[in-house]
């Protein structure tokens, strides 16, 4: 039965090693992937619910002018009453506002997700190139062990003759 040597044992855990780097690549790889389609659906959720409030808001200035014709027509106004006008124009005026408001904190959600998506694809890309490097680092040193036990050509080097 002949014994295997040091070396053998060395190049054998980097081998090792090196396997088990390139699973862990691979789930972090698929880990990110799966972030990145949920920063996605949060991003177009967040839009949506934007517009959902812009249609809200509309909604409920569309509303109050209705309210301003209907006082307007029972209290005896005219079509063209500066006051009437300047109602409206400030109920309009208000609800723009609003809206520009729910559009910008909507972009400012998606743009938040998509800064996010962003950084998950620069780790994913650091995570693959460390990934790479740690295991050419290991199989280097695993086959430099090797070397320095079991010699160039086997006849060398012992590992208890050092």
């Not at 090693?17 to 992937?33: D, E, F, P, W």
């Not at 500066?82 to 400012?108: H, T």
């Amino acid at each position: 039965m002949s014994m295997v040597g040091p070396g053998t044992l060395m190049m054998a855990s980097a081998a090792i090693q090196s396997v088990g780097t390139a699973y862990n690549i691979r789930a972090q790889k698929s880990a990110l992937a799966r972030e990145q389609v949920r920063y996605e659906r949060e991003r177009k959720v967040a839009e949506l619910d934007a517009i959902e409030q812009e249609n809200i808001r509309k909604d409920m200035m569309n509303q109050a002018i209705a309210d301003n014709m209907a006082v307007q027509s029972t209290a005896g106004y005219f079509d063209d009453s500066r006051s009437f006008l300047n109602m409206n124009k400030q109920v309009q005026a208000k609800a723009e506002k609003d809206i520009s408001n729910i559009r910008l904190q909507g972009r400012l959600i998606s743009t938040k997700y998509k800064d996010q998506m962003f950084e998950n694809q620069v780790a994913a890309k650091a995570n693959v190139f460390g990934g790479y490097v740690s295991i050419m680092s290991g199989l280097t040193n695993g086959y430099g062990n090797y070397q320095w036990y079991e010699g160039v050509d086997g006849k060398d080097k012992k590992w208890w003759k050092v």
